[in-house]
């Protein structure tokens, strides 16, 4: 049991290139999550999925796509990358309850 | 919309001094409430919740009582420890699945 991985780990883009950023959950949940970490602005939420074939706006959606053809698997991908989505990334999943809820190590981006 | 707002940090305290990071919220309804903390470089992980008014939720000494009066989640530690030293996050959950994050509160303890 893995929990919640994250690929990759660490990525530095140019503008204006693509990406697509991996999160993989083993443990049947439903729900699944993409946030971005920000100095002194916390936890922002992009996207999230409340089931597979799902996917649903977050607070900053604009500028990153998500897809969610597995239960499983929870991709955030950036078409056309800039400066302003330097930032960390989190992804997390949700049992059937909250208390059921983890978060995966992060993946932190940087756009030159 | 949802919110919640925790107090700045820096908070920089001498170990086994008394901890407290104040956190109010506000939400439509009844949500749950949660403080998460990051250690560094590492992902959030749950520290403690409370799903209802006048639940006190605790773990490793830490602990929070939902107050709906004040709309608050205060968490508190009797005696902080340099392993404490991290990131922590207030939060809620109020209705569509989703949870509604603070700014975060950075924590050092020192010798």
């Known amino acids: 049991n893995a929990g919640v991985t994250q690929t990759p780990k660490f990525r530095v883009l140019k503008t204006g290139q693509s990406m697509t950023l991996l999160c993989a959950q083993d443990?049947?949940?439903?729900?699944m999550y993409w946030y971005r970490q920000d100095p002194g602005m916390g936890l922002r939420l992009i996207h999230y999925?409340?089931?597979?074939?799902?996917?649903a706006k977050g607070e900053v959606p604009d500028g990153y796509n998500v897809s969610r053809l597995k239960k499983q698997n929870f991709l955030l991908g950036l078409e056309s990358a800039a400066p302003s989505q330097t930032s960390v990334y989190f992804c997390?999943?949700?049992?059937?309850?909250?208390?059921?809820?983890?978060f995966g190590p992060g993946t932190r981006l940087t756009v030159l | 919309g949802d919110s919640v707002t925790q107090m700045e940090g820096p908070v920089t305290l001498s170990e086994e001094a008394f901890l407290t990071i104040n956190c109010t919220y506000t939400?439509?309804?009844?949500?749950?409430l949660f403080w998460y903390v990051q250690y560094p470089g590492e992902g959030l992980q749950l520290l403690l919740k409370a799903t209802k008014a006048d639940d006190k939720g605790s773990n490793k000494g830490f602990e929070a009582t939902y107050r709906k009066e004040t709309t608050s989640f205060h968490l508190e530690k009797g005696s902080v420890q340099v392993s404490d030293s991290a990131v922590y996050f207030c939060a809620l959950a109020g209705g569509g699945n989703k949870l509604t994050f603070g700014t975060g509160t950075q924590l050092k303890v020192e010798l």
């Open positions: 997390a999943s949700v049992g059937g309850r909250w208390d059921t809820q983890y």
């Open positions: 939400a439509t309804g009844y949500p749950s």
């Open positions: 999925s409340v089931g597979e074939g799902t996917t």
């Open positions: 443990m049947n949940h439903e729900y």
